[in-house]
């Protein structure tokens, strides 16, 4: 049964403090997405990797977000330092790339999420 | 500026009658458009997705039509059932320009009344 993990599923901290939320991709998938689900701005792509290269991190904010591939196997998305507005919820997705000329059914496959609350 | 719109924040339909999600995209560019769903703590899950070639997918209960002239694409649900009630979200990509990136619409609420 293949599926995205994510941890930590709920994270509390403080202002200031450093988090990280980490993800498995499936097995096979090459592609790796950042999202941030907030109650005003539904799904926002923040970063997205294809063979643990970073292609778009556009939508974060650089100066406290980081996003990296340290292997295949693992995405991890840092904030250093947390701010309250930080408060969501995180998901990672994995996927492979839509063939040539064709379209593949399903794109991305997300994980459960990591609640994050800033105090 | 938000390229995918889901005006709706929820919808309620009874059990058996016809639920129907409407998502406006400004993009002319994107030329494929998918539908997830979520239910509370989880993430969201793929539901049906059409190419800007065509105007009609169907999957068992779920249709979904695009208008591309309109830029207007829409999820019918017939029968709703109490289950279907979750989270859904409309999506877009344009995949020469932008690949595999997915555009989210903010999502509307369906709830199923039994």
């Known amino acids: 049964d293949a599926r995205v993990t994510q941890t930590p599923r709920h994270k509390v901290t403080e202002m200031g403090q450093e988090v990280t939320m980490r993800c498995q991709p499936i097995?096979?998938?090459?592609?790796v997405f950042w999202y941030r689900q907030t109650m005003m701005q539904g799904l926002e792509l923040l970063a997205y990797f294809r063979n643990r290269a970073p292609l778009d991190d556009s939508g974060m904010p650089k100066d406290r977000f980081s996003a990296e591939m340290p292997d295949a196997t693992l995405a991890t998305l840092k904030i250093q330092p947390s701010e309250p507005r930080d408060s969501a919820v995180y998901f990672c997705a994995s996927g492979l790339p839509l063939a040539s000329g064709r379209f593949s059914k399903e794109t991305q496959y997300f994980g459960p999420g990591t609640r994050l609350l800033v105090l | 500026d938000q390229q995918v719109k889901q005006n709706s924040p929820s919808l309620s339909v009874q059990e058996g009658r016809i639920s129907i999600l409407n998502c406006d995209y400004t993009n002319s560019m994107f030329d494929y458009f998918l539908w997830y769903k979520k239910y509370p703590a989880e993430g969201p899950t793929f539901l049906i997705s059409?190419?800007?070639?065509?105007d009609k997918n169907e999957d068992g209960r779920f249709t979904v039509f695009l208008n591309k002239s309109a830029k207007h694409l829409s999820l019918h649900i017939v029968p709703s059932q109490p289950g279907d009630s979750a989270v859904y979200f409309c999506?877009?990509?344009?995949?020469?320009?932008?690949?595999?990136?997915?555009?989210f619409g903010a999502g509307t609420i369906l709830r199923v009344k039994s």
């Open positions: 097995l096979g998938h090459n592609t």
């Open positions: 059409i190419s800007s070639i065509k």
């Open positions: 999506a877009a990509s344009a995949r020469r320009e932008y690949g595999n990136k997915l555009v």
